[in-house]
């Protein structure tokens, strides 16, 4: 089982080199990233988009653009496409957002003719290395901080299984899920601790599986062993939590900013559900937090 992103990088540089496709990766900070991940041996890259403008920043951020697989398709929308498509036919193992809009990259990957669609929900994981006094070593994991903003009983089962398959990937075969509220008791007045609960019995009965599901928990509970003793909750994920999975995106996203800016953890990002992994950085992402993230996508796919 990785237990760093040290290891994770690791593990990806001595493995053969995956392709990521980027969809119109025109700009200086990712052709920047785009350098550094060459540099790191991280993976190979193909660049769809403007070629003028490719090299022209790729020149800019300090490496030869001859050097790399660049298909000319100025188009946005077109550039998308021809990315999920090379990840359809082999080409490309995992497809990346460049400059455009997340609309426009997430419509060619959700089209349901020629897409990646593969009739799950997609979901955003963020991934950090062990932080509290949990036994067990490992990554952590949080969702979903990005994409389902208030997602419904069924969706938050997928989004539960698309972190169980990300934590499988990397090791883990059975993780720990915790489903949070802001109490560890169910409350009639608040509906995410009835689901939450739900959860947990559908996970007990074979429904959701290759991994143990318990809520409602609060968050210190569900992470600090401390924490569960003092409140006197038992169970085989109180205290030692490897996922966290968040009501909605209203609580999940100021976790993640949490993570980055009070406790200067390094993180990355994992968008799973689709035929292929998706990476899907934020603006205000570290240069670290992208290469890890696209660490991460190599070592996956």
Request: proline content about 4%; overall charge neutral.
């Amino acid at each position: 089982m990785l237990k760093s992103f040290d290891e994770l990088i690791a593990a990806v540089q001595e493995k053969p080199k995956k392709k990521i496709a980027i969809v119109s990766p025109e700009g200086t900070t990712v052709m920047k990233l785009v350098k550094q991940a060459l540099e790191a041996k991280l993976a190979e890259f193909i660049l769809v988009g403007d070629e003028g403008k490719i090299k022209t920043m790729s020149a800019e951020a300090g490496f030869d653009s001859n050097l790399i697989n660049i298909i000319n398709i100025p188009n946005q929308k077109d550039a998308a496409e021809e990315a999920v498509r090379l990840v359809i036919v082999g080409s490309a193992n995992a497809i990346m957002k460049g400059n455009l809009p997340t609309a426009t990259f997430m419509r060619a990957i959700l089209d349901k003719q020629k897409g990646l669609n593969d009739n799950r929900v997609i979901s955003e994981i963020t991934i950090y290395e062990k932080i509290v006094d949990a036994p067990g070593g490992g990554f952590r994991f949080l969702t979903d901080c990005a994409i389902n903003v208030q997602p419904t009983l069924d969706e938050k089962k997928q989004i539960i299984e698309n972190a169980v398959g990300l934590a499988h990937k990397l090791g883990n075969t059975l993780p720990k899920v915790a489903v949070i509220s802001a109490v560890e008791v169910v409350n009639p007045a608040m509906p995410d601790t009835i689901e939450a609960a739900a959860l947990s019995k559908m996970a007990e009965r074979g429904q959701i599986e290759g991994c143990l599901v318990e809520g409602p928990l609060a968050f210190d509970n569900a992470i600090s062993q401390e924490a569960a003793k003092y409140k006197k909750i038992k169970g085989e994920v109180a205290g030692q939590a490897d996922i966290i999975m968040a009501p909605n995106l209203l609580s999940a996203n100021p976790l993640r900013k949490c993570l980055v800016y009070y406790t200067q953890q390094r993180i990355a990002t994992a968008v799973m559900g689709a035929k292929a992994p998706i990476v899907l950085t934020s603006r205000s992402d570290s240069a670290e937090t992208m290469l890890l993230t696209i660490a991460l996508a190599a070592y996956i796919s």
